[in-house]
């Protein structure tokens, strides 16, 4: 058999094939990790999924990536010594393991561009009430520090505006304890000029101005030591983002392992024909 699907030609597509493939594999445990450790993709889907999904999704979908990607790394391998042993039944079950990749990238991409044009509206506003019952109250420190990550991380006060935090819970409790206090500290415009030295500086947050930043008269500050802009549209922005480049890269993935089911096909069945 000659052309593309010649045996020669798709044993050199499917060698190609598997090292894209273990790249990708190496990438999604590289995405399992990121997930684990970075601080921030932990708080903003602890605010995103605020009613919907339990607080732990992250974990389970890094966990996910990287049984997913330890599991293409097996495949990959699988693939190789089945293209260059030309075994018939380790290319047989490498093609059934690539549909099962297919199915799981596949299905990833659909659920990222269902959730982008399908973004539940109320999260915005089961937000706000989150913020007016749950921040800074015992027994919901989980939202309470992912809010203040927010807010420290994108230089942004409340879900609408700085303003949400004046009927809160929080406000009532903090006027009893310590007196008049307008926002968090993670509100004000902070002085991040050491902030390296610190292994978490949104929860010892240094304030440029904090004495204005918490002042009852309007005129003493602006937007030079208080953020006044809501951190909704800012998270909607780092949402829509993230969930476009999964999308894409899901989708893309998927059709490459079409591709290598094509070619491992063609493989098969020049098994035992000379080149």
């Known amino acids: 058999m000659a052309g593309c699907c010649g045996p020669k030609c798709s044993k050199a597509f499917v060698i190609f094939f598997n090292i894209i493939f273990w790249f990708s594999g190496c990438a999604m445990v ?83 561009l269902y959730f982008r044009f399908y973004f539940p509206s109320e999260v915005q506003q089961n937000l706000k009430l989150k913020l007016d019952n749950d921040y800074g109250m015992e027994s919901h420190e989980v939202f309470t520090e992912s809010l203040d990550f927010t807010q420290y991380e994108l230089e942004c006060c409340g879900i609408k505006e700085y ?5 809160s819970k929080w406000a009532n409790k903090t006027i009893a304890q310590k007196g008049y206090q307008r926002v ?32 009852s008269d309007h005129g003493e500050f602006n937007n030079k030591i208080l953020n006044f802009e809501g951190c909704w549209n800012k998270l909607n922005a780092w949402y829509s983002l993230h969930n476009l480049i999964l999308s894409a890269t899901s989708g893309g993935l998927a059709l490459l392992q079409i591709l290598g089911v094509a070619f491992t096909i063609c493989l098969f069945r020049n098994i035992g024909e000379e080149a």
Do not use: N
């Not at 089945?82 to 093609?95: E, F, I, N, R």
């Not at 303003?163 to 009927?167: Q, S």
């Not at 440029?208 to 918490?214: F, G, H, L, Y």
């Open 184 to 215: 968090p500290v993670t509100c004000c415009v902070q002085d991040k000029s050491q902030e390296w030295l610190q292994e978490y500086p949104w929860k010892e947050p240094k304030p440029k101005d904090p004495a204005r930043c918490q002042a």
């Open 30 to 112: 590289a995405l399992g990790v990121v997930l684990l450790y970075d601080q921030s993709y932990s708080s903003y889907f602890t605010l995103l999924t605020t009613a919907a999904l339990p607080q732990e999704i992250v974990q389970y979908t890094a966990f996910a990536c990287i049984g997913l990607g330890g599991f293409i790394l097996f495949v990959g391998f699988f693939g190789c010594c089945g293209a260059l042993q030309d075994s018939k039944c380790m290319l047989g079950t490498y093609v059934f393991c690539l549909l099962l990749v297919f199915l799981v990238e596949a299905a990833a991409a659909l659920f990222c």
């Open 163 to 167: 303003g949400d935090y004046t009927h």
